[in-house]
């Protein structure tokens, strides 16, 4: 049942699966919420790319690893550079202490798994 | 070695093994502490059913999913509806923020799993 | 600049004045969380009664002060006895552990606060 | 009405006080959780002194700062010097991280508060 | 004692005379920390601006009043301006939950305080 | 790719893999932090077992599992008897509340196979 142990893939397929299940139960509060979480990382003063990192730094501090599996596969479509992530990771490190050297872990096995489905060069921008 | 992956029967099995390992132990402070999570939910001022559901949400805001599974399967057993675990999910969303979604889609799923096990109508309570 | 130290009156002057200048702003994302949160203790099929004890343990497991403080005056309004108030402490006390009981103290010296201030016999219901 | 930003006296006046009306309620849950709280740090397999040592480290990690200003008070009773205090904060700071950073200035002001209250030389043991 | 009710002058006074006593104590683990935690938003693959928001989102999800107030005061000498502290709010707010809120307020204040303080026309870079 | 289902020589595996992917990426902020993790457990005014107990309640109540993993394992090659693990996990389960529950049954597991593991007699210290 869980989506932390499986490849992005099955992550992918588990999440928009319950989304839907989530989504159809017709429950305003919800279903706002999911709207307004989408519209928290467009563009404003703040570029997307910050705002995914902003959102990344947050999950890895509050220690959520789908929260950082999401984020990291959102930070890479906006081009986030290898060396941009391990900033980002040693702030949260740094802020977070050592209970979150386990999800970095975890969040470096994504990162790989990320840069390997990506066209040749991608990682490198 | 997990609970979290498995199936509900799983999770009990797991459960009951590891329960009666610690408790035989014999720690009089760990055995104590049991007795009185037990307790915590018996009818006073406030009935089981709402009991079960205020540690739902605590268990949701705290992001523990075998909780939250404990809480879904007694809650179930309360005669909580659909409408009502969404009312109690949407708390959870709205207080403790996104951070809180891949616990609900987990909790969508445990929910799914438990009614497929109901006498049939269950749900329609 | 606090708001934990002071009386309801202190809490509720300083809220309002800061929720006015945060709303000013006009950020979306903002404002529209702000709403989605008062709607999330509309009846729905659950209770505001219900929906503010769910809102009141979540803020208690989570041990934020100035969350309790709210939730107990919005159930103190929604007709929650002292005994009431007390299933739903001992809730949060069993689930979140002693590392509650500073706000489990600071919990029942706001409930004393808000009982002084009810007209005669509000406290009986 | 808070805790945490007056003397140690004025702390100790607040908590017994709030005990006091907390326990006078009556609610059975509650009560049993505070005398189990008082029995987990009698001498066991561990003796009270660590054991007060691993509730300070706790408090520490979890951000309660009358949590860790009552196990402070206690850690000094049982003898913990000053370089044990420090190697119980080092162990909080990194795996709590800098977050941390805010209590471990209040914690060593209570620290100091405590050593100025005790008889000559106490603190050298 | 507390750092979280006074100004940012009370705060910053606070602040050196505790991280003094602190770091006088020799203990090589906590000094490090220290040090480390100083280097973390130096500026790396992404500068230091960047840094101090990611600071600041973390700290907020955390709710640590006292981070909050470091990192808004660091971000402030970045040039960072009240749109962009408003997007860094908001991502804290749907990251970490209604539970954020009273820190937001807090936040809110400080940044007037230190708003208040800058040259004019500082906030409009 | 979790650490957290699998079997202690499972964990060490993917642990030491992860490890080196992140230490290879030469963050020195990264890298700096693992070594002063590393450090912070070595004997100063308090032995190493003294302070892989503090570690181990402190993952215990912030409920990381792998965190719990790690500092069993070094607890018991520390000869930290099963009472005083008992000790241990009784003072996180009251500071840490039922929350801790699922984490303590994982921590059981682990404690068993580190047990069954061990040169004969090992555990009777």
Do not use: W
């Not at 990344?56 to 992530?85: K, P, W």
């Not at 970095?104 to 990162?111: K, N, Q, V």
């Amino acid at each position: 049942m869980s989506e932390t142990t499986g490849s992005l893939a099955d992550f992918n397929a588990f999440r928009a699966q319950m989304n839907d299940l989530v989504l159809g139960k017709g429950n305003l509060t919800i279903n706002r919420f999911f709207a307004l979480d989408s519209r928290a990382y467009e563009p404003g003063a703040l570029g997307t790319k910050t705002k995914e990192m902003l959102g990344l730094v947050a999950s890895m501090v509050l220690r959520c690893d789908d929260c950082i599996t999401y984020h990291v596969v959102q930070c890479a479509e906006q081009g986030v550079t290898d060396e941009e992530f391990m900033d980002v990771f040693g702030v949260g490190l740094v802020v977070g202490g050592s209970i979150v050297i386990p999800h970095l872990r975890r969040a470096m096995a994504r990162l790989e798994e990320v840069r390997a489905q990506e066209p040749a060069g991608r990682s490198k921008q």
